[in-house]
């Protein structure tokens, strides 16, 4: 059965410094990645997605994702965080075939001190 | 463009109260789906249209019932809730619901249940 892992349930990091957000899954094959945003009381914003090809995904806000197979991992990074990046972070996997279901991990909340 | 759009933002309602959610997004999208979303929790699948057909009920009671009028429409009714129904109800869509895609969220829906 497929699963998604996000072993920080919360995060807290100085406005400017780095970030990494984990996501680990289990699944047989390579599965759909995607990282999603959520502010307080709002809809899911999507960051990046990665479906096949170049392992280093590009997002929107000037994050990144890179996948790793051989770690099962899909890690969420910025170079440099913003006050307004506070919010919770959802991994979600899925089958690219089979199913419409994503597969969400229990998402980090992430908290950006001035 | 791609918006999902929600109303109303927020919902209060009492035990006996009937109530509709709506959703509308112009994508063109022919997939359409209903999650909840309690707080700190990841948001979970309810129910999947495609091509205005139900195509996922998961095992929802039957106090909410599911409506596609059209394909840029998403209903929901509500009927003799619970406290327990409160929660954050997210609308999203995507192009084909055959298979695993990407999904499109709107800023979703607070309901509080009296």
């Known amino acids: 059965a497929q699963s998604v892992t996000q072993p920080d349930i919360h995060i807290t990091v100085s406005e400017g410094a780095s970030l990494e957000l984990r996501c680990n899954y289990s699944?047989?094959?390579?599965?759909?990645l995607f990282w999603y945003v959520q502010s307080p009381g709002q809809g899911l914003q999507l960051l990046l997605k990665?479906?096949?090809?170049?392992?280093l995904v590009q997002g929107i806000k000037g994050f990144e994702a890179e996948f790793k197979r051989s770690q099962s991992s899909f890690n969420l990074r910025k170079p440099s965080v913003h006050w307004s990046d506070a919010a919770e972070y959802f991994c979600?996997?899925?089958?690219?075939?089979?199913?419409?279901?994503?597969?969400f991990g229990t998402g980090t909340r992430l908290k950006v001190l001035a | 463009d791609t918006e999902v759009t929600q109303t109303p933002k927020h919902l209060v309602m009492g035990m006996t109260n009937k109530k509709s959610l709506k959703c509308e997004q112009h994508?063109?999208?022919?997939?359409m789906y209903w999650y909840k979303q309690k707080a700190k929790k990841p948001p979970e699948l309810m129910f999947v249209?495609?091509?205005?057909?139900?195509?996922i009920n998961e095992s929802v009671p039957s106090r909410f019932s599911p409506e596609c009028p059209n394909s840029s429409l998403l209903n929901l009714h509500l009927h003799a809730l619970q406290p327990e129904d409160s929660a954050l109800y997210l609308c999203?869509?995507?192009?084909?619901?055959?298979?695993?895609?990407?999904?499109?969220f709107g800023p979703g829906t607070r309901l509080l249940v009296l």
């Open positions: 999203a869509s995507s192009q084909r619901g055959t298979g695993l895609e990407t999904q499109y």
């Open positions: 699944y047989g094959a390579t599965p759909y």
């Open positions: 990665y479906f096949s090809g170049d392992t």
């Open positions: 979600a996997v899925g089958a690219p075939t089979g199913t419409y279901k994503y597969i």
């Open positions: 994508m063109g999208h022919r997939a």
């Open positions: 249209y495609s091509y205005e057909k139900l195509s």
